[in-house]
């Protein structure tokens, strides 16, 4: 098997292993707030530590620290410039949240929840609960939301839906399908399986995330399970052919290439996993779980490359 074929084979299961995070919406399973924020808060650390010790440090090995450097600020502004640019909708636990050019009148499009897949013990949505707060299951009636769904009902809906949440997949999965086609174009191909590992272990709460509200909008099982399995393997896999590519175009690019990987890798985790792991009242399990992850990515890496 080819390098190529290896990395095709390897970055695809990374990204279809995103569907096992819609397993707990078709069980009906209840999932607190404090196991989800810490499974970001993993998913975070692991793709830290991932990020220095798989690409920045590879990279300061075969090139300079000027060389890596710059194409961890341009990664990481690259991936900020695409948040901001594009048009899209990142799909939060409970709801949909516009980004990028992206209205409030697409998000109310997408449809809310029916209930909070949040066990009870898990607390309420939004952290403290008030007087006015809804009941839980329940959703808040807002007329500026509803005619803003009405409105947006008008424009041909399940086009704008499929762009939008497109937006957000690709803008968070690409860097870390091009991390992988860097590492094995450069021949690290310890260091790109660990980074596949990484990813698909990041890549179950970002399904279950992007599956919960999709669920809710009426799609039978069977699509969501696929849009889910989609979400990460198509991004991922075209990022890392293109990483593939640049770096073997010439081998003097990969410093700038792992350095780019990282920084929009570390880009994606503090604009993404970070602030979708606090806000639940959670944040100690998040910080812990953080912890544990960049820790056991270490540990792996120290044990591989021994």
């Known amino acids: 098997m080819t390098s190529f074929a290896t990395m095709i084979g390897v970055t695809s299961a990374a990204g279809l292993v995103t569907a096992l995070g819609a397993l707990p919406v078709f069980l ?37 620290l000027a060389e890596v450097m710059t194409g961890v600020f341009v990664g990481g502004l690259v991936l900020l410039g695409g948040n901001y640019l594009i048009p899209h909708i990142h799909a939060q636990y409970r709801e949909w949240l516009p980004d990028g050019g992206a209205t409030g009148a697409d998000a109310a499009a997408m449809g809310f929840p029916a209930a909070d897949p949040v066990d009870a013990a898990g607390g309420s949505v939004h952290g403290d609960a008030t007087a006015d707060a809804p009941a839980d299951g329940e959703v808040a ?109 010439s081998t003097g690019l990969f410093p700038v290439a792992s350095g780019f990987a990282a920084g929009a890798m570390l880009a994606v985790v503090f604009r993404e996993l970070i602030p979708s792991s606090h806000g639940h009242g959670h944040a100690d399990a998040a910080t812990a779980a953080f912890l544990v992850g960049f820790v056991l990515l270490v540990v792996v890496d120290a044990v591989v490359t021994v």
């Not at 692991?46 to 920045?56: E, Q, T, Y």
């Not at 399995?229 to 590519?245: H, I």
């Open 28 to 64: 009906r399973a209840r999932v607190t707030h404090r196991t989800y924020d810490a499974a970001l808060g993993l998913a975070a650390g692991l793709m830290v530590a991932a990020s220095v010790f798989g690409l920045v440090i590879p990279g300061l090995e075969e090139g300079t």
């Open 141 to 249: 009636s807002d007329p500026a939301a509803d005619d803003a769904a009405e409105s947006a009902d008008g424009m041909e809906a399940p086009l704008r839906k499929a762009l939008l949440i497109g937006g957000a997949i690709t803008l968070h999965n690409a860097p870390e399908g091009l991390a992988i086609g860097v590492a094995f174009a450069s021949g690290l191909n310890e260091v790109a399986l660990v980074l596949a590992v990484v990813i698909g272990l990041q890549n179950v709460p970002d399904g279950f995330a992007f599956a919960v509200p999709m669920a809710e909008t009426g799609m039978s099982n069977a699509r969501v399970l696929w849009y889910t399995a989609l979400s990460g393997f198509a991004p991922q896999v075209v990022a890392s052919a293109f990483g593939f590519w640049l770096v073997g175009l």
